[in-house]
């Protein structure tokens, strides 16, 4: 059985090691940072402006390790992942409408997953995007075999294998590009340079913590760590989270930086660079066909990696908002159909990525308000609740991130970007 199916009320609480066998998590749930979605959006924001947006990048990520920390520490307090905080709050109506949006937002964000992969397949290998993302669903489902069969913690090892993959893929090519560091340090001071940066801005950042990953870190954090009426053992677990969710964010925001920056020195004016199979043409032309083979490599890790721990966030949400259990693999080929039919029809593969972003962009306020809602309630944190400061900063948080996806949702509707 996995992990899904534990009961916190019976969960035991798991002895103590020391701090690094305490991390995973949050390895897990960064996948989202780097997922396929990001490619595109960072190496045509280097291309078209350089060093402009770097700190558009670093605010983004600093916002991330903020509400990915609150969500782990939703769970490890209560017990209880987001989703079923939620469902035991909701009449059964507003269960089933709760669920609808999340799940479309699960069913959003696996679909941008399975065309990423399926795009790095045919870079890679010449694949049909069909044939490609029936591969990418069928190694997803070995992914989550594993974690269905041997539990968490392998498949945090899985995972985290293929994060070391995508840093590679993603990373590479800064070994053999011109990179200014004067440029770079310049780009970390916040400024705009017309219209058209202001909208890349409010993309990269609107588009920073994906919901799935919300709903999904609160479990992940539970059914890793157990559950303990002891204070002293839950700081410590809170102590070490903090640091699971720093060193993997700044793993994955390390990785968005760099993206932008082998653009910036590499890739200046080049276009095409907006879609992933362009990004890839000007990567090759421009540094070599081994780096294009190495970047290819990094957007299938991403793809695999993105698309599993999606799956593997849609089952959450069912179980905590309808408890209903379906086994992962029996969820991981169902859910991918859509993805298939996409594919088969000739459907534009960035085209449905560019949707599948704003189904995200709609899904933002439905988890990320109830999380900073109920982490700011002593009746569900007790002693545990934020603080004025946190709570503070995480209300600023939530209203920038939500004001920029509402932007970006309008923008998508009106065809102005």
């Known amino acids: 059985m996995t992990s899904l199916m534990h009961d916190p009320a019976q969960m035991t609480v798991k002895p103590e090691r020391r701090l690094i066998w305490l991390l995973g998590p949050a390895f897990v749930a960064a996948i989202a940072y780097v997922d396929p979605g990001n490619v595109a959006a960072n190496l045509s924001a280097g291309a078209e402006y350089g060093y402009l947006l770097v700190w558009v990048l670093v605010v983004a990520n600093a916002m991330a390790v903020i509400v990915q920390y609150l969500s ?13 905080l939620l469902g035991q709050r909701m009449p059964r109506v507003g269960r089933l409408l709760y669920w609808a949006q999340a799940e479309l937002v699960a069913a959003a964000t696996d679909l941008a997953e399975v065309i990423g992969g399926a795009i790095a397949l045919q870079i890679l290998f010449d694949l049909p ?19 269905n ?3 968490q913690r392998p498949f945090e090892f899985v995972v985290m294998a293929l994060l070391a993959i995508i840093t590679v893929g993603f990373m590479a090519g800064l070994v053999v590009s011109p990179v200014s560091w ?15 940066t202001v909208l890349l801005a ?10 799935h990953a919300i709903y999904l870190h609160s479990a992940l954090a539970r059914d890793r760590h157990g559950t303990s009426n002891d204070p002293g ?5 809170l102590r070490a989270t903090r640091w699971d969710v720093a060193f993997a964010l700044v793993i994955a925001g390390s990785v968005n930086i760099a993206m932008l920056l082998l653009a910036a020195a590499s890739l200046p004016g ?15 032309a421009s540094l070599g066909p081994v780096i294009g083979v190495i970047f290819g490599i990094g957007l299938l890790a991403s793809g695999l990696a993105s698309t599993s721990v999606g799956c593997y966030a849609g089952a959450t949400i069912m179980k ?80 920038a991130i939500v004001s920029l996806n509402v932007l970006l949702v309008y923008l998508s509707v009106t065809g102005q970007g």
């Open 182 to 196: 004067s440029e770079t340090s310049a780009g970390l001071l916040p400024r705009f340079e017309g219209s058209r």
């Open 320 to 399: 905590g908002l309808l408890h209903v259990r379906i086994p992962l693999l029996v969820r991981r080929a169902i859910t991918l159909i859509p993805a298939l039919i996409i594919l088969a029809v000739g459907f534009d593969p960035t085209l449905a990525l560019v949707l599948s972003q704003v189904f995200l962009s709609i899904g933002i306020p439905f988890a990320l308000v109830p999380l900073i809602w109920l982490t700011s309630r002593r009746a569900v944190m007790g002693t545990f609740v934020n603080g004025l400061p946190m709570r503070i900063l995480a209300f600023a948080v939530t209203a």
């Open 72 to 84: 782990a520490k939703l769970g490890l307090v209560t017990g209880k992942s987001l989703p079923e």
């Open 270 to 284: 080049v276009a095409g660079t907006d879609t992933i199979e362009g990004a890839h043409r000007a990567i090759e």
């Open 149 to 151: 069969r041997n539990g």
């Open 129 to 147: 995007l069909l044939l490609g993302g029936v591969i990418v669903g069928v190694i997803s489902m070995v992914i989550l075999s594993v974690q």
């Open 233 to 237: 053992r839950v700081r410590r677990l």
């Open 202 to 211: 409010a993309s990269m950042l609107g588009a920073t913590v994906m919901p």
